[in-house]
Nanobody
């Protein structure tokens, strides 16, 4: 089994910062990419930030310059530093991993359970 466990969500005021963390554990053979998506009720899940093997990163245009994704080497853990948060950043944030478990024949998509981020005054 593979688990993605998120932590760090909560309620903050506009302009404040928050850090999300996600740890992948279990029967992992290889990790190809990890990242964060977010979703509002009734909306599609959208990419926020992604980090691939070699440290290559992608960000949604709406978070560039405010959010930073990073990995903790050899620990299958990533973090998302979110600065200057805005009300429109409010959403459920899901950890994502493209990885191959010991039982996969090719990499598959895995998701965490989601953590709520609310930005409100």
């Amino acid at each position: 089994q593979v688990q993605l466990v998120e932590s760090g969500g909560g309620l903050v005021q506009p302009g404040e910062s928050l850090t999300l963390s996600c740890a992948a554990s279990g029967s992992i053979f290889s990790i190809h990419a990890m990242g964060w998506y977010r979703q509002l009720p009734g909306k599609e899940r959208d990419l926020v930030a992604l980090i691939r093997n070699g440290g290559y990163t992608n960000y949604a245009d709406s978070v560039k310059g405010r959010f930073t994704i990073s990995e903790i080497n050899a620990k299958n853990t990533i973090s998302l530093q979110m600065n200057n948060l805005k009300p429109e950043d409010t959403a459920v944030y899901y950890c994502y991993a493209l990885l191959r478990s010991l039982w996969d024949t090719s990499p598959n998509n895995y998701w965490g359970q989601g953590t709520q981020v609310t930005v409100s005054s």
